[in-house]
């Protein structure tokens, strides 16, 4: 049985910064790509972040150069560290492979 399991969420003042982990389970992990999707309220599911299974990377314009991630094929996860965030960041983070779909892990970024 898969399992994808987000977690590293939270709320920060916007400048802050976070780091998302995303465990996978029951999938032979470094033959898939990874990606990043969030969803804030009343919006729809945005792309965030993708790294291919040999470790190529893209990213949404929105985060480019602020949100970097990576993985970790020996620990079966992927990270998204999330720097510099914005008050538009704010929404819950779902992590996907293949047709596997974490819960998400919320995101909040406040004054």
């Known amino acids: 049985q898969v399992q994808v399991v987000e977690s590293g969420g939270g709320v920060v003042q916007p400048g802050g910064s976070l780091r998302l982990s995303c465990a996978a389970s029951?999938?032979?992990?470094?033959?898939?790509?990874v990606n990043w999707y969030r969803q804030a309220p009343g919006k729809q599911r945005e792309f965030v972040a993708r790294?291919?299974?040999?470790?190529?990377?893209n990213y949404a314009d929105s985060v480019k150069g602020r949100f970097t991630i990576s993985r970790d094929n020996a620990k079966n996860t992927v990270y998204l560290q999330m720097n510099s965030l914005k008050l538009e960041d704010t929404a819950g983070y779902y992590c996907?492979?293949?047709?596997?779909w974490g819960q998400g892990t919320q995101v909040t970024v406040s004054s």
């Open positions: 996907n492979l293949h047709i596997f």
């Open positions: 029951g999938i032979v992990f470094n033959r898939y790509a």
């Open positions: 790294i291919t299974n040999v470790g190529s990377t």
